[in-house]
């Protein structure tokens, strides 16, 4: 499955601009790709660019690279309730707010991405772990209908978006 097979009511307007990044690649082969890329990108940043940030009120790398795990974190959880057809509506999340109480500063980058990997390999193994009707199961979070296949596309670009900037504005 790709992205070409989702259809418009599975994700808000707000995602499409990550799920546009995800390309049109295997769902599964997604994740591993872009796992290998973003490991392999943020260990060739520079010690010295680790804990940089372009701007006053602007998040460092480090804190870059734990919001994209606190996130895929929050997506897994959904899909996984989503898959097991938990009908409970769930709420959103202030990244912001989890950056500024992260700590991610206070970790090593090899910390950083021991965990990162770890979290990886589970994201992957939930999404193995769904058969074809729990992959195409739609919940609702932050107010808006998303299905399960859909949130692993959009853990796919979110990831590409943020290396993105960092590429551009960061080094």
Known sequence: MTVSDLNSNEYSKYYKGYIDKASNVEL??????????TLTFFKSIPESKQEYAYDVDKWTIKELLLHLMDAER??????????????TSLPGFDENYYTSNSQANSYSMDQLLKSYSILRAYTIDLFESFDKDMILQIGE???????????GFVIIGHEKHHMQIIKERYL
């Open 74 to 87: 929050i997506f897994a959880y959904r899909a996984l309730r989503f898959a097991r057809l938990d009908n």
């Open 141 to 151: 979070a932050s107010g808006s209908q998303m299905s399960v296949r859909a949130i």
């Open 28 to 37: 599964l082969d997604g994740l591993k790709q872009s796992g290998e890329e």
